[in-house]
T-cell receptor, first 112, second 116 residues
Framework: EDQVTQSPEALRLQEGESSSLNCSYT??????LFWYRQDPGKGPEFLFT???AGEEKEKERLKATLTKKESFLHITAPKPEDSATYLC?????????????FGKGTKLTVNP | ETGVTQTPRHLVMGMTNKKSLKCEQH?????MYWYKQSAKKPLELMFV???????ENNSVPSRFSPECPNSSHLFLHLHTLQPEDSALYLC???????????????FGPGTRLTVL
């Protein structure tokens, strides 16, 4: 069964304290891995797509990396506005039977 | 309007009511999706429409009925729901490649549904 596990469930950081969020997956045939940010009362907002092991993407204070078993979202010198729930999803299947399998998310709180 | 819009934003209904959720995307995409987000659970894919054709029905109960009249509009018709169906229902759209991996999906703000 395709499975995505995110850790930790919740993370509290002080402003400027760098850290990483983990997304590990067990899927049959990874087609792509997506990171999203979700603020309370809103829909997920797209951050990154990674397609192959070794790939890295960066956006402001965020950097996403991918290996064959997991992905990391590194947050460098976070600010309070980075507080949100970060969701990881993997695309599995092909030939009309594709779907996204999401993890439960990591709730990040950055204190000033 | 820009991006993906959903109406209503909040809905309270009894178990015998019939209601519909509406989603509209202004991005020129060709694929649309319905997701369910419950507390403490991952986002669950419910339905996928590629080029207006339903290509995925993720074992969703028949009390949920999707409709996609064109590539910009998506509806979710609800009838005889149960209290456990209370959740945030999210619509998303993307530009589907058909042959290759999916492109990123853009989500609407969701409809918060409460079933009494």
């Amino acid at each position: 069964e395709d499975q995505v596990t995110q850790s930790p469930e919740a993370l509290r950081l002080q402003e400027g304290e760098s850290s990483s969020l983990n997304c590990s997956y067990t899927v049959s045939g990874l087609r792509g891995l997506f990171w999203y940010r979700q603020d309370p009362g809103k829909g997920p907002e797209f951050l990154f797509t990674l397609y192959s092991a070794g790939e890295e993407k960066e956006k402001e204070r965020l950097k996403a990396t991918l290996t064959k078993k997991e992905s990391f979202l590194h947050i460098t010198a976070p600010k309070p506005e980075d507080s949100a729930t970060y969701l990881c999803a993997v695309q599995v299947g092909q030939g009309g039977s594709e779907k996204l399998v999401f993890g439960k998310g990591t709730k990040l709180t950055v204190n000033p | 309007e820009t991006g993906v819009t959903q109406t209503p934003r909040h809905l309270v209904m009894g178990m015998t009511n019939k209601k519909s959720l509406k989603c509209e995307q202004h991005l020129g995409h060709n694929a649309m999706y319905w997701y369910k987000q419950s507390a403490k659970k991952p986002l669950e894919l419910m339905f996928v429409y590629n080029f207006k054709e339903q290509t995925e029905n993720n074992s969703v109960p028949s009390r949920f009925s999707p409709e996609c009249p064109n590539s910009s509009h998506l509806f979710l018709h609800l009838h005889t729901l149960q209290p456990e169906d209370s959740a945030l229902y999210l619509c998303a759209s993307s530009q589907d490649n058909k042959q290759g991996p999916w492109n990123e999906q853009f989500f609407g703000p969701g409809t918060r549904l409460t079933v009494l």
